[in-house]
């Protein structure tokens, strides 16, 4: 028959067993954790070096489109002034072949062309209410700042990633320090002389044990594979 001694030590044994099991497994989860946060962390990285690529790009080909524009537009008007060509009118530009302003005109982006058309339309060199430039229109769109951009998203998204899955990791460190610290208050249990001090030792274990398992089950959960 169990006398009391022996009930401590059973409850001990299967307590120190069950946070055994369960430091395992969370020390597990804590270090499946850090792996998707160096990933992640890596991820973030990777995008903001992408972005800052296709900022480069799009910083450069606005220069382009600048200056040949610019160069474009003096040439209109220089041409217009010798009566070389017609006035640009808002039904738009014809280039003249042999013309200064077709040379620059031909050599245009696709990308800009959709604004300098719409700012053509708005009679620019007639109309004071038009705009300045073609640059500030929302036809004028270049795909590698747009893409500058979502790639500034994309780093934001996988640096919080990042920062959750460290959390993640260092709340089942936590549990880990509180199931050993149920593995301490269980093994002592059985080196107490008095019987009272041995009930409080296990009772203790069995509280941070409880406390422990509660906010491993709550946790979120990497899949072993």
């Not at 028959?1 to 409850?11: K, N, Y």
């Not at 998707?36 to 890596?42: D, G, V």
């Not at 382009?64 to 738009?92: H, K, M, Q, S, Y």
Request: charged residues 20%.
């Amino acid at each position: 028959m169990f006398g009391a001694s022996d009930r401590i030590e059973l409850i001990a044994t299967i307590v120190m067993a069950l946070a055994a099991i369960a430091t395992a497994w969370c020390a597990f989860q804590a270090t499946k954790w850090s792996g998707i946060m160096s990933i992640e962390f890596s991820s973030a990285n990777a995008a903001r070096v992408e972005s800052t690529r296709a900022d480069s790009l799009a910083n450069t080909q606005r220069a382009v489109d600048v200056d040949v524009f610019t160069a474009w537009l003096d040439a209109v008007a220089t041409e217009i002034r010798d009566g070389t060509i017609p006035p640009v009118r808002e039904n738009g530009y014809t280039p003249e072949d042999g013309t200064l302003s077709a040379f620059y005109f031909d050599r245009m982006r696709d990308e800009f062309r959709p604004a300098l058309e719409a700012w053509l339309s708005s009679d620019p060199l007639n109309d004071d209410e038009a705009p300045p430039t073609p640059f500030g229109m929302e036809e004028y769109q270049l795909a590698a700042a747009d893409l500058a951009d979502d790639l500034v998203v994309e780093a934001e998204e996988h640096r919080q990633q990042a920062l959750d899955s460290n959390q993640n990791g260092d709340n089942y460190v936590l549990t880990v320090v509180g199931f050993a610290l149920v593995i301490f208050f269980a093994g002592i249990s059985s080196k107490l002389k008095e019987q009272k001090n041995r009930w409080i030792a296990i009772g203790t274990a069995l509280t941070l044990f409880t406390a422990a398992l509660i906010i491993a089950l709550i946790l979120p959960i990497v899949p072993p594979f």
